[in-house]
Nanobody, 123 residues
Framework: QVELVESGGGLAQAGGSLRLSCAAS????????MGWYRQAPGKQRELVAT???????NYADSVKGRFTISGVSVRNTVYLQMNSLKPEDSAVYLC?????????????????WGQGTLVTVSS
């Protein structure tokens, strides 16, 4: 059993900042990639940023230069620093992890999602 626990969402003004955290816990052998996706009302879920265990990052064009993803190797936790927030960044942000789970002597690839944290940016 693997669980992702997110924190750090909330309300910010346009131009402000928020920091999201996501901690993975449970029977984890190794994490391959962690990242953040977001889903606004009436819209499809979209990638925000991902980071691999080797610290290779990937960002959506809409957040490049404003958001920074970090972490993974330390305490299986990933962070998303969001600066220069815009109203269009408002959404539920969901943490995602692709990992190898361990159960006894067996291992299997897993993809796990957090429950999401709401980010609201006012203009």
């Amino acid at each position: 059993q693997v669980e992702l626990v997110e924190s750090g969402g909330g309300l910010a003004q346009a131009g402000g900042s928020l920091r999201l955290s996501c901690a993975a816990s449970g029977s984890i052998f190794a994490i391959t990639t962690m990242g953040w996706y977001r889903q606004a009302p009436g819209k499809q879920r979209e990638l925000v940023a991902t980071i691999t265990s080797g610290r290779i990052t990937n960002y959506a064009d809409s957040v490049k230069g404003r958001f920074t993803i970090s972490g993974v190797s330390v305490r299986n936790t990933v962070y998303l620093q969001m600066n220069s927030l815009k109203p269009e960044d408002s959404a539920v942000y969901l943490c995602n992890a692709r990992l190898v789970g361990a159960q006894g002597s067996s291992f299997r690839n897993l993809e796990v999602w957090g429950q999401g944290t709401l980010v609201t940016v006012s203009s």
